[in-house]
């Protein structure tokens, strides 16, 4: 079996894999998102990034949802990043943002955080912050959190949904089929899945061009 063939054929066995019931819960956020005229954030490092972006102009254009991709104005990441540290990047946009309990969090992610390894803890922070938006000393329980009157956290990550998956609301996991190809085929079903959900009758109210 050629490599072409074999990388075809995981994707294959990912689709067969994938958990549509969450997919589906992501979507009925985002719709009572949208109802309650709330925001939604994407977020993610590197390729997450790059889709954050893309996904934002499909909720927006597609779906008329206000959303916003904290990293699209790198004057603002350098700055951040240079003065107060990379870990707080995000939360911190956050904040000025006033994030409210009526938002959502979307979190694109190959990993998902890990704050116990200190891995991508920009997106744990943020995580967190969902906990107490009302305060920065992260005062919580996350064990007996209530996130029925907090942003909402939903995502599409890999490996095994790490930060996000443990303390998300609807989480989809793209199943590792290899391990020497969880990046790409990671990110790869990242875009198809939110472009699913730009299509989803229950959210798409403006067609597209093509």
Request: aromatic letters at 10%; proline letters at 2%; charged letters at 20%.
């Amino acid at each position: 079996m050629n490599f072409t063939q074999n990388f075809l054929e995981e994707c294959e066995l990912i689709i067969k894999s994938i958990d549509s019931n969450e997919i589906e819960k992501i979507v009925d956020i985002l719709v009572e998102t949208r109802k309650n005229k709330g925001r939604l954030f994407v977020i993610g490092s590197g390729g997450g990034a790059g889709h954050a972006s893309h996904a934002v102009c499909d909720f927006r254009k597609l779906c008329n949802i206000e959303a916003y991709a904290p990293y699209d104005n790198i004057s603002e990441l350098t700055a951040r990043t240079n003065d107060e540290g990379w870990d707080t990047t995000i939360v911190n946009w956050l904040r000025v943002s006033n994030l409210n309990h009526q938002d959502c969090i979307f979190v694109i992610s190959v990993g998902g955080g890990d704050k116990e390894k200190n891995v991508s803890m920009n997106i744990v922070n943020a995580i967190q912050y969902t906990y107490d938006i009302s305060t920065w000393n992260y005062s919580y329980t996350e064990s007996t959190f209530n996130r029925q009157e907090h942003p909402k956290v939903v995502g599409i990550i890999g490996r095994d949904g790490g930060y996000t998956k443990k303390f998300g609301d609807a989480v989809v996991v793209i199943p590792t089929i290899s391990q020497e190809h969880v990046t790409p085929l990671t990110e790869g079903f990242q875009a198809v899945i939110w472009h699913l959900l730009v299509s989803h009758p229950k959210l798409k109210i403006n067609e597209t061009k093509w």
